[in-house]
């Protein structure tokens, strides 16, 4: 039962937005650094496992393994407490959202590339092209635009698992609710985590209909059937 009148929650809640914007720019932030990271890794990592030969391409698909079967939560806690990769909290939990997310865009990216027709990297040689300039030039533009509902799928749950970064103290959107629950103010908790998901789920709508928007601008016409 609520100790003050449910208008007095709410009440608070609206006069805390401030902070729960401040919350809310380090989850875009780090929503944003950790997908940038995990492109940078996942789509050579891709590329390796569709086009590598050897020991290299072991090594990447053992590491893909690894991360895509490790809780997100050990990754974090390894990385801030045990490895101690940096003395900030934003910068590990990028890197373990990135490490991760490299790993599941791997996938992604393994499965565009393959998705485009063998022919057309034998009609790009026969024309002159050399066999990176083929995949350079012909496969990877088309296997991006292929790629697109799989990475909107992949943007959605590292949105999500941005909020795992509480166990390490960062000042991402969910801490800043529990701050604010712990803070003396537990009579409006039913009101602050209500603001907080209806912010994420705000997130997540708008992401999703930015990229279903690109996926349609750079669909290949009768791709499909290439």
Do not use: C
């Not at 020991?55 to 490895?83: N, S, W, Y």
């Amino acid at each position: 039962m609520h100790a003050f009148p449910l208008q007095s929650d709410w009440a608070f809640v609206l006069g805390s937005l401030d902070l729960l914007f401040e919350g809310l720019v380090v989850t875009v932030a780090l929503t944003a650094a950790s997908i940038a990271l995990g492109f940078l890794l996942g789509f050579p990592a891709g590329a390796v496992e569709v086009y590598g030969r050897g020991p290299l391409a072991r090594v990447v698909e053992t590491a893909g393994v690894v991360l895509r079967g490790t809780p997100l939560l050990v990754i974090i806690i390894i990385l801030f407490f045990v490895v101690s990769v940096s003395s900030s909290a934003f910068v590990t939990a990028a890197v373990a959202l990135g490490l991760r997310s490299g790993a599941y865009q791997s996938q992604i990216f393994r499965g565009a590339l393959q998705s485009v027709d063998e022919g057309q990297l034998e009609a790009a040689r026969s024309i002159g092209m050399g066999r990176l300039q083929a995949i350079r030039h012909v496969v990877v533009p088309q296997a991006l635009r292929r790629s697109v509902p799989g990475f909107q799928n992949e943007f959605t749950i590292v949105l999500k698992d941005t909020s795992i970064a509480i166990v390490i103290g960062l000042g991402e959107l969910l801490t800043v609710g529990q701050n604010l629950y712990q803070g003396g103010q537990s009579t409006a908790a039913l009101e602050i985590f209500l603001t907080v998901s209806l912010i994420y789920f705000v997130l997540t709508f708008t992401t999703n209909r930015t990229l279903d928007y690109v996926d349609d601008y750079f669909t290949i016409p009768g791709g499909e059937q290439a």
